[in-house]
């Protein structure tokens, strides 16, 4: 059985489904970081204030296109939409982010205050 479904309403499940994600958001300067729980290390989003970039962790991004058999890019997109409509806040641009050893993308500040 096939079912439509238009690109708002798929939109609106994913939202559904990042919000129950429980991120916590902490901002340091102008930057928002989404985490997973207080200690992790690295995070899922960071938003940048100034620009409105918004890094998303490339498994985030996999997790989003697997469940909903979207393309990553559709996915990307879909959670820049997101972060913008959490925040209230313009997100103009979107960009896949591996934390990998070396990468400070992703990694939450060691100096924070909570």
Do not use: A
Request: aromatic share 16%; proline share 2%; with cysteine.
């Amino acid at each position: 059985m096939k079912f439509s479904i238009t690109e708002s309403k798929l939109n609106k499940v994913i939202f559904n489904y990042l919000d129950l994600k429980h991120f916590i958001k902490k901002e340091i300067n102008d930057t928002i970081y989404f985490i997973n729980n207080i200690d992790d290390e690295y995070v899922q989003i960071r938003y940048d204030k100034n620009d409105g970039w918004c890094f998303i962790y490339y498994e985030l991004i996999e997790e989003i296109s697997l469940f909903f058999s979207l393309q990553r890019f559709d996915s990307e997109q879909v959670i820049g939409k997101w972060v913008e409509d959490t925040l209230q806040m313009e997100v103009t641009y979107t960009t896949s982010t591996p934390v990998l050893k070396k990468s400070k993308g992703l990694r939450y500040p060691s100096n924070r205050t909570i």
